[in-house]
């Protein structure tokens, strides 16, 4: 229920004053069932947005921090959290991403709509970064098809490193599905997974408009 508040009622409205979201191809994610949408990101905006434009519920795998904060803002914030639709998952351990590969794993055959960012961490330049490969692996395990999600201007509304929001607009493009049936018989081997991964990788670049980087965007951040 709360989901559906803070969409519609609370953040909602708000979200479409200040970024006039629009949204193109939705008819791709379909009605039903289970589906990965794999999208860029730029800021933490993308979220927000593409929960409030598309119909269906969406889960995100967030890290566990965000659930287990003590006193009042913690519990605040969980309640935030639970109710925005994320899943919270141990980053902590050596099993850490396997941890969060089963989660979407389990979301997926439930039926439900998993996102995930294949970059795995916010651009820190506006470019797009190479994919990480656990997207692929949770579509070959589950037969899930993968729809490209191209959001554009969340970084003039929520600037990385400001804590104000301005006004802006953002534009969510949805791209035709990804079907990998193909690799699944080969599914265990690491070039196959890494093949699939760059041709998802291929579509958001030429959808995005965005330079590609050939490197993980979290060693360039740790670089930095």
């Not at 519990?75 to 396997?98: E, H, L």
């Not at 656990?134 to 990385?160: D, F, M």
């Not at 265990?188 to 030429?206: F, G, K, N, P």
Request: charged share 20%; with cysteine; glycine share 8%.
């Amino acid at each position: 229920m709360w989901y559906w508040l803070f969409k519609y009622v609370f953040i909602g409205p708000l979200l479409r004053i200040v970024g006039r979201p629009t949204i193109e191809g939705a008819e791709h994610i379909p009605k039903t069932g289970p589906v990965i949408l794999a999208g860029n990101h730029l800021t933490v905006a993308d979220s927000f947005f593409l929960v409030l434009l598309v119909r269906r519920r969406i889960t995100f795998v967030a890290k566990d921090e965000y659930f287990t904060a003590p006193g009042i803002k913690g519990r605040m914030q969980r309640w935030f959290f639970s109710s925005a639709g994320q899943v919270p998952i141990d980053r902590s351990g050596a099993d850490a991403a396997q941890s969060a590969l089963n989660t979407a794993v389990s979301i997926l055959q439930r039926g439900g709509v998993w996102a995930i960012y294949p970059e795995g961490t916010r651009s820190p330049d506006g470019r797009l970064y190479k994919g990480k490969t656990g997207v692929i692996r949770v579509a070959l395990e589950t037969g899930a098809h993968v729809v490209p999600i191209v959001t554009s201007g969340s970084e003039k509304v929520n600037p990385v490193g400001s804590r104000m929001w301005r006004f802006g607009k953002v534009h969510i493009k949805v791209c035709e599905p990804l079907d990998f049936a193909r690799y699944r018989p080969l599914r265990e081997r690491q070039c196959i997974v890494r093949a699939a991964t760059d041709e998802l990788m291929s579509v958001l670049y030429t959808s995005s408009g965005q330079e590609y980087v050939d490197r993980y965007a979290a060693d360039v951040k740790a670089a930095s």
